[in-house]
C-alpha cells in the first residue's frame, strides 16, 4: 500500500515508512478496510497532515482514537464532517473557546480551517473499526504517531502542545520543553469537564499570545 501523505511531511518521516513495524501496520490496516467497516475513508487516514504541512505546523493538538460512529471522524482529531451533530469533548471544545475568546459557538465541527492554519490535529491512532473504540490500538499506530511527535519537537522551534487530558500528557516526554510551549489541562469529556479540569483553561487565548509573542499569525479558533 503506497503511502499517500503530503511531500512535506513524506521526507520528514521516510525512515518510519520503511520500517518493518509500518509495513505490518499498513498491512493490517488494508485488511480491515476490506474485511470491516472502518473510519475514517481511506483518503482521509492521513488528512491530519494533507492540510496542515510540517513546515506550517505552529500547534499540535494530541487525541486518542478516531470516531467510531457513521459519517464523523474525518482524519483529524475531535473534528467532525459539516452537518454532523458535535460530539460532547469537541462541543465543550467549543464552549471553552467561546468564553475563552468571547465569540459564538462555530456552526461546523469540521476542524480542516484549523489545521489549515497550522494545527496538526493527530489522533495517537489513526483509523478505527465502526463501533469498536480503541480496536485498532497497539497495531503500530502509536509508534508512528509518537515519532512524527519527536520528529516535530527535534526539527522545530516554538511549536505549541496542547496536552489534553492523561493520555496526551504522557507524550510529554516525547517533547523538549526547552525549545517549545506545553500547555496541560484536563480532557475535554463531560466526566473530566464538568469535575473542573477542562474549563477556564485558556488554552486557545494563551496560544494566541504565544504565537503573537514570537511574531507568528494567531490562530483564528
Not at 505552529?58 to 467510531?68: F, L, N, T
Not at 468564553?99 to 496538526?120: H, M
Request: with cysteine.
Amino acid at each position: 500500500m503506497q503511502v499517500t501523505i503530503h511531500p512535506s511531511w513524506k521526507s520528514v518521516l521516510s525512515e518510519e515508512f520503511e520500517k518493518p513495524y509500518f509495513e505490518n501496520l499498513i498491512n493490517f490496516v488494508k485488511s480491515e478496510y476490506v474485511a470491516q467497516t472502518c473510519y475514517p475513508k481511506g483518503n482521509q487516514i492521513f488528512s491530519a497532515f494533507d492540510h496542515c504541512h510540517f513546515d506550517d505546523v505552529k500547534i499540535v493538538i494530541i487525541g486518542q482514537d478516531p470516531y467510531h460512529g457513521p459519517n464523523q471522524a474525518n482524519g483529524l482529531c475531535f473534528s467532525v464532517n459539516d452537518g454532523i451533530p458535535f460530539p460532547p469533548s469537541l462541543q465543550n471544545i467549543f464552549k471553552e473557546i467561546s468564553s475563552d475568546l468571547n465569540r459564538p459557538i462555530p456552526t461546523s465541527g469540521n476542524l480542516e480551517r484549523w489545521a489549515d492554519q497550522g494545527v496538526l490535529l493527530l489522533n495517537a491512532t489513526l483509523t478505527v473499526r465502526q463501533s469498536e473504540a480503541g480496536s485498532h490500538q497497539k497495531k503500530g499506530w502509536e509508534t508512528f504517531t509518537d515519532a512524527v511527535i519527536r520528529k516535530i519537537s527535534d526539527e522545530k522551534e516554538n511549536v505549541i502542545f496542547l496536552l489534553w487530558g492523561g493520555f496526551a500528557q504522557k507524550k510529554a516526554s516525547l517533547i523538549d520543553s526547552k525549545k517549545h510551549l506545553i500547555l496541560n489541562s484536563g480532557h475535554p469529556s463531560p466526566l473530566s469537564a464538568n469535575r473542573g479540569f477542562w474549563f477556564g483553561n485558556k488554552h486557545f487565548s494563551k496560544a494566541n499570545d504565544y504565537l503573537k509573542s514570537i511574531g507568528k499569525e494567531e490562530i483564528n479558533w
